[in-house]
């Protein structure tokens, strides 16, 4: 048995080499992502207060880095991937998904996420 995301996309028959074309499409930056970037970094070095809420309250730029090929391989692994990674493969995902007209996942169904609370649930239950 694979990995929750290798077997999600042998169901789904999606190849691995379209979720990596799919992220450099979507995390590219745009001009609207540096015109954001810009009004911050602006906001920031003002001192006026409403500057500086009216660019934490702007909508977030692309982050400009999609999935490697690294990521991927080791996302099929089961190897420990960080949170935008994640986040990053998902969007891939359901673009694509989109693509073939079905509906969007959640990152439970890609990935196993851990429970809340981490070791210190873990700790509770056994002393419990």
Do not use: H, Y
């Amino acid at each position: 048995m694979g990995t929750k995301i290798e077997d999600f996309l042998k169901e789904k028959k999606i190849d691995p080499r379209r979720i990596l074309a799919a992220s450099v499409k979507l995390e590219r930056l745009r001009p609207e992502d540096r015109s954001i970037r810009l009004t911050k970094r602006l906001a920031r070095g003002s001192e006026d207060a409403a500057k500086k809420k009216e660019a934490a309250s702007a909508k977030k730029p692309r982050s400009g880095r999609p999935v490697t090929d690294r990521t991927l391989n080791a996302a099929l692994q089961g190897k420990p991937i960080s949170g935008p990674a994640k986040t990053r493969l998902l969007r891939a995902v359901n673009r694509i998904l989109e693509q073939k007209k079905q509906e969007q996942v959640g990152l439970s169904a890609l990935f196993d996420l851990p429970k809340k609370g981490g070791a210190a649930a873990e700790g509770a239950e056994a002393a419990g």
